[in-house]
Nanobody, 120 residues
């Protein structure tokens, strides 16, 4: 069984910074693309940033220049450094990963989410 666990959410003031991390654990053969998505109240879940195993990166336009995604393939982890946070960044942030469990086919796995609140 594969698990994705996010850490690092919390309350931060506008203009502040926060780092989220996600680790994929369990019976894993390989991990492919990983990424962060977010869902604000009453809205659909949207992509924030993604990173491939070969470190190809995509950012949503709304976070370009403020967020930095990184990855450690040896530890099956990703992080996102979020700077210059705005109230509109408030959302539940979800980690996503394409994983090959040992002896099985690819799955698209999601973490349970971590809440980020940007407020004075």
């Amino acid at each position: 069984q594969v698990q994705l666990v996010e850490t690092g959410g919390g309350l931060v003031q506008p203009g502040g910074s926060l780092t989220l991390s996600c680790v994929a654990s369990g019976s894993i053969f390989s991990v492919g693309d990983m990424g962060w998505y977010r869902q604000a109240p009453g809205e659909q879940r949207v992509m924030v940033a993604t990173i491939s195993k070969g470190y190809r990166i995509n950012y949503a336009e709304s976070v370009k220049g403020r967020f930095t995604i990184s990855r450690d393939n040896a530890k099956n982890t990703i992080s996102v450094q979020m700077d210059s946070l705005k109230p509109e960044d408030t959302a539940v942030y979800y980690c996503d990963a394409y994983v090959v469990p040992r002896g099985k086919d690819w799955i698209d796995d999601w973490g349970n989410g971590t809440l980020v609140t940007v407020s004075a």
